[in-house]
């Protein structure tokens, strides 16, 4: 259990982010980008193609590499489920968010008034920091599920009545009888993702040089290094 | 006329032939997706079995599924089940009224109770106490819950009392409400589309005559036969959406060359129905095939979905606050990079005006 005191210091590195963790992050990242991009082309389609039809596969394409990534995005959510228990402690932070834990919300508040320059003191975290752990928890957890339950749902139109996908996701269409209306769920889904992007790419590549610990390198060699050998507390 | 006569003795009473009974019976088990030997068992129930009345109501509607209906482009089929039917009650067929068609009304349940089917069209207004339709001095809903509580099942005719349709569009002040959100003890068969097709009222209503039980339904209450795929799964312009082909203004090359309409707004793939198969007025035609998308009329709320000519349609979010996904997203995912720009500038700000960042002179020491 990796747990420091706030008054103890903490000169690093430790290493957070496992092999496995680290894989599904980047395969995350690459299907994310992918389903957004063609994603983004379903719903508003390429210009026309000219010619005959059978010259050209631009929309099944699409949909193909859309389906394709989307199980790349939904099987990785579920080995990233299996890896929050035999990972380490950080493995879990994604997936549970110690919401009742005191200290939580005093130091979400803290990032709070950190993010909007209320204050100049920098809290070091090991993982996440609280607010980014809640965002990512909304994000990945959350809107990734939606995200794989109206997707399934809308592909289950097409493997038809009586499918797998059919069987497991069709209650989609009991919440709303309209498939259309799920569709634009669906999309308004991807805008949040892309939301999440611009946000985390800007907060990670912030924190190299605006926080006492690294950003981008955690995440591609798993260490957490720190700029000063300061205890957790802000500073 | 006796009780326990059968359908074939009232076709036949009808001026049908035999022969024309025998071909519709085939033709129905084909529009079931029976195979063959069913026609044999359809015409085998219609003869032997006691005929079940069936009532068919109007509450708010177009009466276009009536229209519908008797434009079959199977006249055969229409009149068929048509003549078995007005034989009761149909407010806009039958040739009685006032009293008269009232009293056809009770002397159905008092004969049948428990027995017959219920046909409605269109839908209840509950708000005023249900004061925006009155049949015969009383709200519709009362006549509709009173028929309900006497009858065997219930068919839900058209997208009005499948969904509410254009009366129950935003912000509905009739207070329109389907069918089984009204009666809720009774099953309901949903026959959605404005109007449905005719030849897949006739065939869910033989269905239910001949084998005396309600159609395989799927998880919304539609018969599995004629609503279990989409248009865009049969449609014959698919080959166009696979390829990347569309239709990008209604008088373009694309338009003229049969392209994909989905860029002009055609809900044809989340649509269920069965235009793309059976097709409208006998095979004739149907909408795609004239050249224009579909507009989704089978589906809840098709009317609440802003512009018909678009594929990505308005989400209605709260109260009267309409806009597309795309109109939402794009704000938000513009917002956000307005916001990381501005909270990047201010980063740097702090950073050049920090008098002595305690962190800047750990990293020196480091």
Same mark, same amino acid.
């Given at each position: 259990m990796a747990t420091f005191s706030e008054e103890q210091n903490l000169p690093g590195p430790i290493y957070v982010y496992q092999i496995p963790v680290r894989i599904w992050h980047w395969l995350h990242a690459l299907s994310i980008t992918t389903l957004i991009i063609t994603g983004y082309f379903i719903a508003n389609p390429l210009p026309s193609m000219s010619g005959e039809a059978s010259d050209h596969f631009v929309m099944g394409t699409l949909r193909l590499v859309h389906f394709s990534s989307a199980f790349v995005f939904a099987i990785g959510l579920l080995v990233r489920f299996y890896l929050a228990f035999i990972g380490n402690h950080y493995a879990r932070?994604?997936?549970?968010?110690?919401?009742?834990?005191?200290?939580?919300?005093?130091?979400?508040?803290?990032?709070?008034?950190?993010?909007?320059?209320?204050?100049?003191?920098?809290?070091?975290?090991?993982?996440?920091?609280?607010?980014?752990?809640?965002?990512?928890?909304?994000?990945?957890?959350?809107?990734?599920?939606?995200?794989?339950?109206?997707?399934?749902?809308?592909?289950?139109?097409?493997?038809?009545?009586?499918?797998?996908?059919?069987?497991?996701?069709?209650?989609?269409?009991?919440?709303?009888a309209s498939s259309q209306t799920v569709r634009m769920w669906h999309l308004m889904g991807m805008w949040l993702m892309l939301l999440f992007i611009i946000v985390h790419v800007y907060m990670v590549i912030r924190a190299d040089f605006a926080s006492r610990q690294n950003g981008t390198s955690a995440m591609i060699t798993g260490w957490r290094t720190f700029k000063d050998d300061g205890p957790i507390e802000p500073r | 006329m006796s009780a326990h006569e059968t359908f074939y003795e009232v076709m036949r009473r009808h001026g049908i032939t035999r022969r024309s009974f025998l071909k519709f019976c085939s033709l129905t088990a084909a529009g079931l997706g029976l195979g063959p030997e069913f026609a044999g068992r359809i015409a085998h129930a219609l003869e032997t079995k006691p005929r079940t009345p069936v009532i068919w109501l109007h509450g708010l509607e177009c009466t276009c599924c009536t229209e519908s209906f008797i434009r079959s482009g199977n006249p055969l089929a229409g009149d068929v089940v048509l003549s078995m039917i007005s034989l009761d009650y149909d407010d806009t067929l039958m040739a009685a009224a006032g009293h008269q068609a009232e009293e056809l009304l009770q002397q159905t349940v008092d004969k049948y109770d428990g027995e017959f089917i219920l046909a409605c069209e269109g839908n209840p207004p509950l708000n005023e106490d249900g004061m925006y339709c009155i049949q015969a001095g009383k709200p519709y809903v009362?006549?509709?819950?009173?028929?309900?509580?006497?009858?065997?099942?219930?068919?839900?005719?058209?997208?009005?009392?499948?969904?509410?349709? $254009?009366?129950?569009?935003?912000?509905? *002040?009739?207070? +329109?409400?389907?069918?089984?959100? %009204? @009666?809720?003890?009774?099953? $309901?068969?949903?026959?959605?589309?404005? *109007?449905?097709? +005719?030849?897949?009222?006739?065939? %869910? @209503?033989?269905?239910?005559?001949?084998?005396?039980?309600?159609?395989?339904?799927?998880?919304?209450?539609?018969?599995?036969?004629?609503?279990?795929?989409?248009?865009?799964?049969?449609?014959?312009?698919?080959?166009?959406?696979?390829?990347?082909?569309?239709?990008?203004?209604?008088?373009d090359e694309g338009a003229r060359k049969g392209y994909c309409l989905y860029k002009v707004g055609c809900k044809g793939p989340t649509t269920y129905n069965a235009c793309s198969t059976i097709e409208w007025n006998g095979g004739l035609s149907w909408p795609?095939?004239?050249?224009?998308?579909?507009?989704?009329?089978?589906?809840?709320?098709?009317?609440?979905?802003?512009?018909?000519?678009?594929?990505?349609?308005?989400?209605?979010?709260?109260?009267?606050?309409?806009?597309?996904?795309?109109?939402?997203?794009?704000?938000?995912?513009?917002?956000?990079?307005?916001?990381?720009?501005?909270?990047?500038?201010?980063?740097?700000?702090?950073?050049?005006?920090?008098?002595?960042?305690?962190?800047s002179e750990e990293v020196s020491n480091g």
């Open positions: 932070e994604l997936i549970i968010v110690p919401v009742f834990h005191g200290g939580f919300w005093r130091r979400v508040w803290h990032e709070i008034k950190f993010y909007a320059f209320v204050t100049r003191k920098c809290r070091k975290n090991v993982g996440h920091n609280t607010l980014a752990q809640l965002f990512m928890w909304m994000i990945n957890i959350v809107l990734a599920l939606f995200m794989m339950c109206t997707g399934f749902a809308l592909y289950s139109q097409g493997t038809g009545a009586g499918s797998w996908a059919d069987s497991l996701f069709g209650w989609v269409f009991v919440l709303e | 009362e006549k509709l819950r009173y028929m309900a509580d006497h009858c065997k099942a219930i068919i839900a005719w058209g997208s009005c009392a499948s969904w509410g349709c $254009v009366q129950a569009a935003r912000p509905n *002040p009739t207070q +329109a409400t389907p069918i089984h959100k %009204v @009666i809720l003890d009774k099953p $309901v068969i949903k026959v959605p589309g404005c *109007p449905p097709i +005719a030849e897949v009222m006739t065939g %869910v @209503i033989t269905y239910m005559l001949a084998f005396d039980r309600l159609p395989p339904l799927d998880r919304q209450g539609r018969p599995k036969m004629f609503y279990g795929q989409r248009l865009h799964d049969k449609c014959y312009r698919r080959p166009h959406f696979d390829a990347g082909q569309f239709v990008e203004k209604f008088d795609v095939k004239s050249g224009h998308g579909c507009l989704g009329c089978a589906e809840e709320n098709f009317w609440d979905k802003g512009s018909f000519y678009s594929p990505v349609s308005n989400l209605n979010v709260t109260g009267n606050v309409e806009a597309t996904a795309n109109q939402i997203g794009g704000t938000i995912a513009a917002a956000a990079a307005i916001g990381v720009a501005a909270h990047a500038a201010a980063t740097v700000v702090q950073k050049v005006t920090a008098k002595k960042p305690p962190v």
